[in-house]
């Protein structure tokens, strides 16, 4: 969407394949710092229902803000943010992952103008977030800034503290990057010319900072619980859910208390905010909502449980009948040991493996000892129907956590609710309906591995 001189927004482009039908379209995009071209990794939502298409079969365009020309790449991409970057020039690199486990990548350049991509090189690692810096290709490989060229695709550039959640290109040759620990995500900045990585910018809790890229500039989102003296940083605060190129406009949706739709009914309002900061105005454009139909816009009472629901950063993929059956298979042999990249399905979290490292490697139960499948697929379809996300969400879209009783709902004897108790909050998550530990205070599992019992259903099922 654009808007330009005080007129509405208006469609830039549709994107769509003829003769490939969906219910739905999804994907991502990334702006290039001259603000000409938007860069989008788009397909049918389907494809979330299977690995081999969300890994390496996805789409790739790219939009000429100015002119309006849409160009589409001949090379396939994966349906991850982590797959696209956008340069502080008109540069644009994507990735796909190779193999059944994703251990390497093809990447490559796209010229903007034309959608013609360069010979793509195939790196032997799970590298994410790629981005350029003139004709370099960057991007992350667990702590690790890379250089991606034919001759050395793995070359180190530099190397940060901790597991590299997010790679952007600054406009002086210079990256900022997000790197996170089982608590705390830190932004920093990293020369590539040099190799050296600069001290810690701005720190926050895990899922509470991204970055956004803008006209000449890379926007630190979000409420740190720390920040530099003097440091080169551009912010928005939380809430914030869109920023224009210029850093001029920012959308934002809030509720508006107390909207009176008639004479005996009152209703929530969510409100679209389109504040312009040059001369501090604010559009208010109020659409009534049926506050039945609207979890989001209504706060409950509080819970303990680990992962919250109704957090735009928590949001579960529903896997497919299949893919958990798949997934139960491969746990019970302990064979769920692929790795899932930085920030998998924005998640926010680094790098792991369902039965490997950060996960929960299977246990022991003797020489050959397994539970039969079977058994394993009875339980999880007696304790959540299969699903890992709440009972709203289709396989391949995303939604709250699946949680028992997360609120610790009170009911009457012919099963009205009247009231919540936090201590008699449930807490259990996901497909395997785990319990144990996922509360705030449990000092075990760690926070990660929490969110990803919450986030993700192999893990779930490997737990």
């Not at 969300?54 to 160009?71: I, K, N, Y």
């Not at 924005?346 to 246990?363: D, E, K």
């Not at 391949?396 to 201590?423: C, F, H, K, M, R």
């Not at 497909?431 to 591995?449: C, L, R, Y």
């Amino acid at each position: 969407m654009a808007a330009t001189g005080g007129k509405p927004l208006t469609a830039v482009a549709s994107l769509s394949v003829t003769g490939m039908d969906s219910y739905m379209w999804t994907g991502y995009s990334c702006t290039t710092g001259s603000g000409r071209y938007v860069a989008s990794v788009f397909g049918p939502a389907e494809m979330t229902n299977d690995e081999t298409l969300r890994q390496r079969g996805a789409l790739l365009a790219v939009v000429d803000l100015v002119e309006g020309d849409v160009e589409v790449s001949t090379e396939r991409v994966a349906l991850t943010r982590a797959a696209l970057g956008c340069g502080a020039g008109d540069e644009v690199v994507a990735l796909r992952r190779l193999g059944d486990d994703g251990a390497s990548t093809a990447v490559f350049r796209v010229d903007p103008a034309t959608g013609s991509s360069t010979a793509p090189v195939v790196v032997p690692a799970a590298v994410s977030h790629p981005t350029g810096i003139g004709t370099r290709i960057l991007a992350s490989a667990g702590a690790t800034v890379v250089e991606v060229t034919a001759a050395d695709p793995t070359a180190p550039v530099a190397t940060a503290e901790a597991e590299i959640v997010d790679l952007r290109a600054l406009p002086d040759g210079r990256l900022r990057l997000l790197e996170a620990t089982d608590e705390t995500v830190t932004a920093r900045d990293a020369n590539p010319a040099t190799g050296q990585l600069g001290a810690a910018l701005a720190r926050g809790a895990i899922g509470d900072l991204r970055l956004a890229e803008g006209r000449g500039v890379v926007r630190l989102v979000g409420t740190p619980t720390e920040v530099a003296a003097g440091a080169p940083l551009v912010r928005v605060d939380t809430g914030i859910d869109a920023v224009s190129l210029q850093g001029i406009a920012t959308v934002e949706l809030e509720t508006v208390p107390g909207a009176a739709a008639a004479e005996t009914e009152v209703v929530e309002v969510r409100a679209v905010n389109l504040r312009t900061r040059a001369r501090g105005e604010t559009t208010v454009v109020a659409i009534p909502v049926d506050v039945a139909h609207t979890d989001a816009s209504i706060e409950g009472p509080s819970s303990p449980c680990a992962v919250p629901r109704n957090d735009t950063n928590t949001q579960v993929m529903q896997p497919s009948p299949e893919q958990v059956e798949w997934a139960v298979h491969k746990a019970v042999r302990g064979q769920l040991t692929g790795s899932r990249p930085s920030n998998w399905n924005r998640n926010g979290l680094p790098s792991y493996s369902p039965q490997g490292a950060g996960g929960f490697p299977r246990l022991g139960l003797g020489e050959d000892g397994r539970i039969p499948a079977q058994v394993v697929l009875g339980v999880l379809a007696q304790e959540s129907n299969l699903w890992q996300a709440a009972r709203g969400a289709l396989p391949g879209v995303a939604g709250n956590p699946l949680i028992g009783n997360y609120y610790g709902t009170i009911l009457s004897s012919n099963g009205q609710i009247i009231g919540a108790d936090p201590e008699k909050a449930d807490c259990g998550y996901g497909v395997g309906q785990i319990t144990d530990g996922m509360t705030a205070e449990a000092s075990s599992p760690t926070p990660n591995q929490k969110r990803m019992i919450a986030t993700d259903y192999q893990v779930n099922i490997a737990m």
